[in-house]
């Protein structure tokens, strides 16, 4: 199973950014897909998840200005807004769930977000 994130880039501070998600390899819906991300010199950080059943989770410093969703399949969003130069990471997708070979729990090389004040 392969997964691959599109939609980082360079944006000023207070504007938005959307990220993608898409799951390759398997014919089931994903139980469960995140997102992370990664300063550069830090440790990678949970920033938000959902599973099958559309349930959510935010860490504090996002919560009120992301969005993460997902659709009928296996592709994920992450719809930032006010971004903060605090934002600017790597941004990597990890899904888990069944494929044909068994259990799944797969990441993303990661998509780079910059923000400029």
């Known amino acids: 199973v392969q997964v691959a994130e599109s939609g980082g880039g360079l944006v000023q501070a207070g504007k938005s950014l959307t990220l993608a998600c898409a799951v390759s390899?398997?014919?089931?819906?994903?139980?469960?897909m995140a997102w992370y991300r990664q300063p550069t010199g830090k440790q990678r950080e949970l920033v938000a998840e959902?599973?099958?059943?559309?349930?959510t989770n935010y860490t504090d410093s996002v919560q009120g200005r992301f969005t993460i969703s997902r659709d009928a399949r296996n592709t994920m969003y992450l719809q930032m807004t006010s971004l903060k130069p605090e934002d600017t990471a790597v941004y990597h997708c990890?899904?888990?769930?069944?494929?044909?070979?068994?259990?799944?729990?797969?990441w993303g090389p990661g998509t780079q977000v910059t923000v400029s004040s």
């Open positions: 390899g398997s014919i089931f819906r994903a139980n469960y």
């Open positions: 990890n899904a888990r769930g069944r494929s044909p070979r068994g259990l799944y729990d797969s």
């Open positions: 959902i599973t099958d059943g559309q349930r």
